[in-house]
């Protein structure tokens, strides 16, 4: 068990809807990452945010938005979804002055849009 | 720009024997990262092993050794004495670029799908 908690595992949904992914990061960490792993496009970057504030951004498209609150918690917003966004979702946290950089994985959330 | 890649899509091993996964980077950074993930069908990412740049010696966690061979740009993955639960994908990533306070990004390669045979 990392510590990384998301929320919910698995979503289906359809084209055109709206659904919100949750991540709380392990205790102490201030950074959190979100990755889009699809089976074409392998796993990729998508935003990051250190206490509240982005801090680097990845291939996320612009119905994609992301946040993090005051509680260190961070949501994934992805919007008028297509077919494409059908992927596994992670999120992933960061000890707050990492020596190696290494990243705890959360069990990710499964989307499937139909 | 950070590469990473890995050039085996799948790998047999068979049970007790090792296995080498490879993995070629490409950066212009002289301080730099390695890691490998392990990511078993039930989905969640793991961690196995890290990399720096400027260490002496070859990393290794348990039956996990890493072959960094800087010059070639290679960070190949050893598992020693396979066991069935080794089934999985193993990713191979860098660090990079650093966000600040002690934050970077991780790029991952495509991935190298492992079947340990009883």
């Known amino acids: 068990d990392s510590g990384v908690t998301q929320t919910p595992k698995h979503l289906i949904t359809a084209t055109g809807q709206r659904v919100t992914l949750r991540c709380s990061p392990r205790?102490?960490?201030?950074?959190v990452y979100w990755y889009q792993q699809s089976l074409d496009q392998g796993l990729q970057f998508l935003i990051q945010?250190?206490?509240?504030?982005?801090?680097a951004k990845g291939n996320i498209l612009e119905r994609f938005s992301a946040q993090q609150f005051p509680d260190l918690h961070s949501e994934l917003n992805l919007s008028s979804l297509e077919l494409g966004d059908s992927a596994l979702y992670f999120c992933?946290?960061?000890?707050?002055?990492?020596?190696?950089?290494?990243?705890?994985f959360g069990e990710g959330s499964r989307l499937t849009v139909l | 720009a950070q590469k990473i890649t890995q050039t085996q899509p799948g790998m047999f091993v068979q049970e007790k024997e090792a296995v080498t996964l490879d993995c070629t980077y490409d950066?212009?950074?002289?301080?730099?990262?390695l890691f490998w993930y392990k990511q078993p069908s039930s989905g969640e990412m793991i961690f196995l092993i890290y990399?720096?740049?400027?260490?002496?010696q070859n990393a290794t966690e348990g039956r996990y050794s890493l072959n960094f061979q800087k010059a070639r740009k290679s960070a190949n993955l050893v598992i020693s004495a396979s066991q069935l639960g080794d089934s999985a994908m193993y990713f191979c990533?860098?660090?990079?670029?650093?966000?600040?306070?002690?934050?970077?990004?991780?790029?991952f390669g495509k991935g190298t799908k492992l079947s340990v045979i009883p």
């Open positions: 990533a860098m660090r990079g670029p650093y966000s600040g306070a002690g934050s970077y990004q991780l790029t």
């Open positions: 945010y250190y206490n509240g504030e982005e801090r």
């Open positions: 950066t212009s950074d002289p301080s730099y990262g």
């Open positions: 990399q720096g740049s400027y260490d002496q």
């Open positions: 205790s102490g960490d201030l950074s």
């Open positions: 992933a946290s960061s000890p707050r002055q990492g020596v190696t950089g290494e990243l705890f």
